[in-house]
């Protein structure tokens, strides 16, 4: 087997975990995770990324602020604007990524209030006994995101050769001002994205299905003169 066969075999594995077990992950083998995800490449070996990593009381109190902003309806403030939409390819395989985590856990396609709960259990970490808040320079704009976007991939596939499960999220940077405050991360750096992670709960439906890829022809052009 090669080294990109063993790489390969991690990628398959790895999927967006949306149920937890409450178990924590050792502080050595999250240091390990972070450690190897340091490995990715960043423009000018910048590095701009930044976790603030909880655990225990920690996860618990930001999840119960980051659920309570959801249910209360607070309105959205992202540091980054949201996709202004989704045509084409794009909005057919999130569309399909939705109908199989509703399938998957039961809820029918017309279940307007089955869908909201199912999307209110990103603000409850999925019960993730750790959460990463990805945070990057301000100044370095979309191209320190960029790198840390590779960071994020670098990190959920570590996660998974460590056993670990994780899922990226964007939805919890809505919440931006709350995370700031709650985690003293300062007005100079962009709140990106979170990464819950934990031992799945392999049992629960919501893990149960596994997503699409589209073939190497759909996303490569070749230039060869």
């Given amino acids: 087997m090669t080294q990109l066969d063993t790489l390969y075999q991690i990628m398959t594995a790895r999927h967006s975990c949306r149920a937890f077990r409450p178990d924590p992950v050792s502080r050595t083998v999250l240091q390990q995770i972070v450690q190897t995800a340091q490995r990715a490449p960043s423009w000018c070996n910048a590095q701009p990324w930044r976790l603030s990593l909880t655990e225990a009381e920690g996860t618990e109190r930001l999840r119960r602020k980051l659920a309570a902003a959801a249910a209360e309806g607070t309105p959205p403030t992202p540091d980054l604007d949201w996709p202004t939409g989704y045509s084409g390819a794009y909005a057919e395989r999130r569309r399909t990524c939705g109908f199989q985590l509703y399938e998957a856990v039961g809820i029918d396609r017309s279940d307007r209030a089955g869908r909201q709960a199912q999307m209110l259990r990103n603000y409850a970490l999925f019960d993730a006994p750790h959460v990463a808040i990805v945070h990057s320079p301000a100044e370095l704009g979309p191209y320190g995101a960029m790198d840390c976007g590779g960071f994020v991939t670098a990190f959920t596939l570590a996660a998974t050769a460590a056993g670990v499960a994780s899922i990226p999220q964007a939805a919890i940077a809505a919440y931006a001002p709350l995370l700031r405050t709650e985690l003293g991360i300062g007005d100079d750096r962009l ?35």
């Fill in 191 to 225: 709140i990106l994205c979170a990464i819950s992670l934990g031992y799945a709960d392999t049992d629960h439906p919501a893990n149960g299905f596994r997503t699409h890829r589209a073939d190497p022809a759909d996303v490569v052009d070749w230039v060869t003169a």
